[in-house]
Structures are given as C-alpha cells and as structure tokens.
C-alpha cells in the first residue's frame, strides 16, 4: 500500500526545518531526535509525513537543490550574453554569496561524498542534479560558440564539467579550510578559463 502523508503544510514545514540541519551534519548523521528538536513535532508526527527518515532526507535534497537552482536562474536570467551567463553561474558560488544558500554549504557536494557508498537513492539523485547542470552548462557554451561569442574549437561538454569542478571543488577547499578565499581564488581561474574561451 503506497504510504500517504497526513498534511502536505507538515511535510513542507519538516522539509524546511530540517534542510539546514541535514545539510550541516549529514544525512545519515542527523538523528530522529534532531528533527523532532528542530520542528517540535512528535516522533509520530515526523513518521505521519515520511514513511522513514530516509524519505525526509530525499525530500530534503530536493528542496535545497530547488533553493540551489532558484539562486543560480536569478543570476543567469539577469546575464544578457552567454559568456555573462557563465560568469554569473561562477559568481553565484563566491563567498561573499555563500548566506544566500542553505547552511551547511553545497548540497551537491555534501550529498554526493557521503551517498557514493551508503545511500544509494541519494546518489542517484546526486547523479541526476550533476548530469542537468552540466547539460545547462553545455547548452550555453554550445549556444555561444553559435553565436560566436566561443571559440569554435571548444568541446562544450568537457568546459562544462572543467567549470562544475572548479565551483565544487572551491568550495572543498574554501569549507574544509575555513579559507573563503580559498573558493574564490579558484573561481577567478575559472573565470580566466571563460575568458580563454571567449572570442574577445
């Protein structure tokens, strides 16, 4: 029998509540008790909504990956060209930016280190969020290389994994060193990689 919440507002408001906590300590760190602390909800009422605490760590991750590409759209959509939109994508992740996000840091990062062996289900979601951001990626840099905006020689799908690399692995550094600047040291690389691509 498929499982049925009791109230779609409660399982909204135990997916907001919880984002951050397991965003910060993990996803199979965060206990029960830390989400019936956090919402000030039963253990039932928790157990009304998910059928498990792995289903509200799932609908976690989609949540804070829909605040993730909410922020990143903004910031594309205000880019005129394809080149402005690669750079707002890389301007998104710096440090000066990083309270826009949910705490913990990237959502991406932290679910995919800790799901590759664990937490099959999350991987694949992990899997599924890398795959549509290096196709959006790939879709700008094809679009401006037919715009002439990109050299024509650019191989748009190895750029676009180059560019997710630099941002995520910024962000390792910037958060495993309590070294912002770390992160944006190496987003200004990736920022040099945009220009070196560019036909200007």
Known sequence: MKFTPRSEETRQFIIETT?????????????????????????????????????????????????????????????????????AYIGTF??????????????ILNAGTE??????????????????CRKELEGIITTGIAAKEFRKDVNAEKTALTLMALVE????LGRTTNKPAYLDSVLESAKEMIQSISQE
């Not at 692995?169 to 390792?172: A, T, V």
Request: glycine share 8%; hydrophobic share 35%; aromatic share 8%.
């Open 19 to 87: 984002a951050g906590i397991f965003n910060t300590k993990g996803y199979a760190g965060t206990s029960l008790t830390d989400l019936t602390e956090a919402t000030k909800l039963t253990k039932g009422s928790i157990y009304g909504n998910f059928e498990n605490k792995e289903e509200v760590a799932l609908a976690v991750f989609d949540y804070t990956i829909a605040c993730r590409d909410k922020i990143v759209e903004q910031a594309l959509e205000k880019a005129k060209t394809n080149k402005e939109k690669l750079l």
């Open 94 to 107: 710096n440090s000066a930016n990083n309270k826009a996000f949910i705490t913990g840091g990237c959502p």
């Open 115 to 132: 799901s590759d062996d664990t937490f099959e289900a999350l991987r694949r979601k992990v899997h599924k969020v890398i795959t549509d």
């Open 169 to 172: 692995g910024g962000i390792l």
